[in-house]
């Protein structure tokens, strides 16, 4: 009985670490989803008037609306005539070149609530996946001199010398390790788990702070100098 009894628990440990094996097998093997940054934008298509508009139309729907803003709000007490007959010749210019000024402005904040949604529209497909990213490092924090948080963009200047990008396309990255940098925008590939996560992170900047939202994040990353082709 004995017996009979250590083989069938030296079977049963036999598969059980046969088990372990193949399962260490296969999470060393598994590879991260390469992924761009197109691939976080979900899909989210919506009739966008303003979008058919030239630059110069854009400037005149913003001169009219910005003298419309100031006579509500004080009553048009800092409206100077030739600010109103700058307005007034916009309008006509636009109207004469077909262009629906009331129904724009009627839109307007439909259509800026669309936008908002397409910004902080995500991939629900790449939440919990592991994956793999170039972008550049827009450090947050640090320990000693080593990054050990930071903003992923998805260009040089991002934040700072222009708007910030979308929610979409901003990435939240904490480092695995802490790690040397040259310092801002630097190229890198980080490798870790997304999370469909929704953060705000303030930005210190020479001439102040601004708040940036990201709608995605990756904790314990791996972060490694960019390689074209490695």
């Given at each position: 009985?004995?017996?009979?009894?250590?083989?069938?628990?030296?079977l049963?440990?036999?598969?059980?670490?046969?088990?372990?094996?193949v399962?260490?097998?296969?999470?060393?093997?598994?590879?991260?989803q390469?992924?761009?940054?197109?691939?976080?934008k979900?899909?989210?298509?919506f009739?966008?008037?303003?979008?058919?508009?030239?630059?110069?139309?854009?400037?005149d729907?913003?001169?009219?609306?910005?003298?419309?803003?100031?006579?509500?709000?004080?009553?048009?007490?800092?409206?100077?005539?030739?600010?109103?007959k700058?307005?007034g010749?916009?309008?006509?210019?636009?109207?004469?070149q077909g262009?629906?000024?009331?129904?724009?402005?009627?839109?307007?904040?439909?259509?800026?609530?669309?936008?908002?949604?397409k910004?902080?529209?995500?991939?629900?497909?790449?939440?919990?996946?592991l994956?793999?990213?170039?972008?550049?490092?827009?450090?947050?924090?640090?320990?000693?001199?080593?990054?050990?948080?930071?903003?992923?963009?998805?260009?040089?200047?991002?934040?700072?010398?222009?708007?910030p990008?979308?929610?979409?396309?901003?990435?939240?990255?904490?480092?695995?390790s802490?790690?040397?940098?040259?310092?801002?925008?630097?190229?890198?590939?980080?490798?870790?788990?997304?999370?469909?996560?929704?953060?705000?992170?303030?930005l210190?900047?020479?001439?102040?702070?601004?708040n940036?939202?990201?709608?995605?994040?990756?904790?314990?990353?791996?972060?490694?100098?960019?390689?074209?082709?490695?």
């Amino acid at each position: 009985m004995n017996e009979f009894m250590n083989r069938t628990n030296g079977l049963l440990y036999g598969v059980l670490a046969g088990a372990t094996m193949v399962i260490v097998c296969l999470a060393e093997d598994a590879k991260p989803q390469q992924v761009g940054w197109d691939d976080l934008k979900e899909e989210f298509e919506f009739e966008d008037p303003f979008a058919e508009l030239s630059e110069e139309q854009l400037m005149d729907l913003g001169i009219i609306a910005r003298v419309q803003s100031l006579e509500k709000r004080d009553g048009g007490s800092r409206v100077t005539d030739g600010m109103r007959k700058e307005a007034g010749d916009a309008d006509a210019k636009l109207r004469k070149q077909g262009v629906d000024v009331d129904g724009l402005f009627a839109k307007r904040h439909e259509i800026t609530e669309l936008r908002k949604k397409k910004a902080n529209a995500t991939v629900k497909e790449l939440d919990n996946q592991l994956i793999s990213i170039p972008g550049f490092v827009l450090p947050l924090e640090y320990e000693g001199k080593k990054v050990t948080e930071f903003l992923l963009v998805p260009w040089v200047g991002a934040c700072i010398h222009t708007p910030p990008p979308p929610p979409n396309q901003i990435v939240h990255i904490t480092a695995k390790s802490p790690f040397s940098t040259k310092g801002m925008f630097e190229a890198v590939t980080v490798t870790g788990v997304m999370k469909l996560k929704e953060v705000t992170k303030s930005l210190y900047l020479v001439d102040g702070t601004s708040n940036i939202n990201t709608s995605y994040t990756i904790s314990g990353a791996e972060v490694r100098k960019y390689e074209k082709n490695p």
